[in-house]
């Protein structure tokens, strides 16, 4: 009979040592995956930031070599989708102003010299329709005014990145010493698609009123618009 108890004991001690040891494997496993997702994050932010340096390299670098006008660089390429209908080789945001296209373009497949790319694992949102809206994870010109960048009464050109995923919008703040976007008010406005025709409206500025962003040439910000979700701006140019 003790023999039998002692058995029992020992086996009751195997179970609890095992189920032990199998808590311990599942959250180490879950807390790598956390680690990892979070090492991802701050991948694609220092991508997607290097990216939107090379783009504005090129752009300083047609206005000094060819000393074309801010207004008549084109930032369209083939590669852009309109919409989540997938469909490719738009025109949507091609310059027409820009009429000798290895003097204004910027990527290589309007015959300038950046390789165009997206980011689409950054992103988590589809767009909700096809009428022009900027697609989540592709890189997109607008033209608004940046409160405290530049000169207040000229709006500037703004490249942005909509839908991203939270933590890589977080990720960016992080690498740009800024405050999370959830700590921050919605930014109102994307400004004008039509990026070659000045921004009117002083009103819609970014990045929202009272916001620690304001007088930062890049965040990333939550929008107003819910599907928008949370947005990458960049100034690109500034007067």
Not at 108 to 134: E, T
Not at 197 to 212: C, D, F, H, M, T
């Amino acid at each position: 009979m003790k023999s039998d108890k002692g058995n029992a004991l020992f086996l009751i001690l195997i179970a609890v040592a095992l189920f032990a040891a199998l808590s311990y494997a599942i959250t180490n496993s879950s807390r790598g995956s956390s680690s990892t997702d979070k090492e991802q994050a701050e991948i694609q932010a220092a991508k997607i930031l290097n990216y939107m340096a090379a783009v504005q390299d090129e752009f300083t670098k047609l206005r000094v070599l060819y000393n074309a006008p801010a207004y008549d660089i084109n930032f369209g390429n083939n590669d852009s989708h309109q919409s989540n209908s997938g469909a490719i080789g738009s025109d949507h945001q091609n310059n027409p102003n820009c009429s000798t296209l290895s003097e204004c373009s910027i990527f290589a497949n309007r015959d300038g010299n950046v390789i165009s790319r997206a980011f689409y694992d950054a992103a988590s949102m589809p767009v909700p329709s096809s009428s022009g809206h900027p697609v989540p994870g592709e890189l997109r010109v607008y033209n608004n005014f940046i409160e405290d960048i530049g000169s207040n009464s000229e709006p500037e050109l703004v490249m942005l990145m909509i839908g991203l995923k939270e933590e890589v919008c977080d990720a960016i703040n992080k690498q740009l010493d800024l405050p999370l976007a959830s700590t921050q008010p919605v930014a109102p406005s994307i400004g004008r698609r039509e990026y070659w025709v000045k921004a009117s409206n002083y009103a819609e500025r970014l990045p929202g009123v009272g916001s620690a962003y304001i007088g930062e040439a890049t965040f990333c910000s939550r929008h107003s618009y819910g599907w928008y979700g949370y947005i990458l701006f960049s100034a690109v140019h500034v007067e």
